[in-house]
């Protein structure tokens, strides 16, 4: 009879192990969908319909809808779901906004599910790990990022007979050759720029030349704003002078008529941005290819910054949407982001291969990843959305020329101090 007995139970067993297996994402083997929602154009959605097709069938109970909206629209409507406590299972994050829904107590913490998957991060570059870290474990992973990196116009170089950023390259060799690059007409009106950069947001090229000469942003437990600190008003300096002394910069006004990207209009030398850039470029009329940022007094410095996903503490298919994130981290699924071109795997041995490396825009791709080895984290903290914008508001009356540098800047990081204050 115990015999007989414990040969049912054994083919018990094998038929639910059929049934389930791998495969399943709960415990009784029940198919979810789960929901997905990021900020993206309509290439992206198409490559992340082919991930979540691709999850399908390695994980047939699970089905992912995804959502796509631009950036201004995705935000406004995460922030209506999570008022309603009817957030997305998984949602994209920032992640120098992380901090600001972790501390609201809407994200799943991740941790018991990465402990029980100790393997789950290896090969994953550390440095686009950082960000997620907090005391009580993690609440978010990336799933690509971004390092900042000198794009030049090629043909622009070539006419005017200079040669080509290098890695040995400081920023007076960019201020040097963007002045020899910079054309100015008859009337004195300027027709070409040597360089150009965002000059609202630090992390395309203000925050380089901050680091690099030696200055930072924020003190480390994020209570004082830095930018105002004398290495930090030297490199704003430099690049006050690039713009109305040299003139070799274009003030926000100019940038604006180009839709704030003088470099794809074809109208500047050089600029300093992110892998995002990339498909976009790829449709220039001229020829490009990338570069290191400069070194300063204080060495070589570029931002590294990441997006990634975040599950709704609210969620009610946390393992299955757990389960997706794990299938983000994987070889194929970093292999197919690594084909979009927006940016940077995070699977080292991804971001090595050709996958990466040999894509379809022929330029130094290996540059951005050259770049993590000196790279700053874009900072991460609770109220980085309020403290960037009280910044970038307040300095943007120096960039289009309606107001002078110090004082300006003073009262910038007066404003900035007092968003830390309140978020602390």
């Not at 900042?148 to 040669?163: C, E, P, R, S």
Request: aromatic fraction near 10%.
């Amino acid at each position: 009879m115990k015999s007989r007995l414990l040969v049912l139970v054994m083919i018990v067993s094998l038929i639910l192990t059929a049934c389930g297996g791998a495969n399943a994402p709960v415990a009784n083997n029940t198919p979810v969908t789960i929901s997905m929602m990021m900020w993206g154009d309509p290439a992206e959605l198409e490559v992340w319909n082919q991930i979540v097709a691709d999850f399908h069938q390695a994980k047939p109970n699970i089905t992912v809808k995804v959502e796509v909206s631009d950036w201004d629209s995705y935000w406004t409507k995460l922030k209506t779901l999570l008022s309603a406590n009817t957030p997305p299972d998984v949602f994209a994050m920032d992640a120098p906004l992380y901090l600001d829904y972790q501390s609201r107590g809407v994200l799943l913490n991740l941790q018991p599910y990465l402990d029980k998957n100790p393997d789950m991060l290896k090969g994953v570059y550390p440095q686009t790990l950082e960000a997620y870290k907090t005391p009580d474990g993690m609440y978010g992973l990336p799933r690509d990022f971004q390092t900042i990196v000198l794009f030049y116009n090629k043909d622009m170089f070539d006419a005017a007979g200079v040669a080509y950023p290098t890695a040995d390259w400081t920023y007076d060799d960019l201020r040097a050759a963007a002045k020899k690059l910079t054309i100015v007409g008859a009337d004195g009106k300027v027709t070409q720029f040597g360089y150009s950069l965002d000059m609202w947001d630090f992390e395309p090229g203000m925050s380089e030349i901050i680091w690099a000469y030696g200055g930072d942003l924020i003190s480390p437990d994020h209570t004082k704003t830095l930018i105002g600190e004398p290495k930090a008003r030297q490199a704003f300096q430099i690049l006050h002078d690039m713009m109305f002394v040299d003139k070799s910069i274009p003030d926000s006004n100019t940038s604006d008529q180009y839709g704030n990207d003088t470099f794809a209009a074809g109208v500047s030398a050089m600029t300093a941005i992110g892998h995002w850039a990339v498909p976009g470029y790829s449709e220039a009329k001229f020829k490009w290819d990338v570069a290191p940022m400069p070194k300063g007094p204080a060495g070589q410095a570029t931002s590294v910054n990441s997006a990634g996903f975040v599950v709704g503490k609210a969620s009610k298919n946390p393992d299955a949407a757990f389960e997706f994130l794990k299938y983000v981290l994987s070889e194929p699924a970093q292999k197919k982001l690594a084909e979009l071109g927006f940016a940077c795997p995070v699977l080292k041995n991804v971001a090595e291969s050709d996958s990466f490396l040999k894509q379809k825009t022929q330029i130094d791709q290996k540059v951005f990843l050259d770049s993590l080895a000196f790279a700053h984290m874009k900072p991460v903290f609770k109220g980085y959305d309020e403290w960037s914008s009280a910044i970038g508001d307040g300095m943007a009356p120096i960039w289009t020329g309606e107001a002078e540098l110090d004082p300006t800047l003073d009262a910038s990081v007066k404003a900035a101090d007092e968003v830390l204050a309140n978020n602390q």
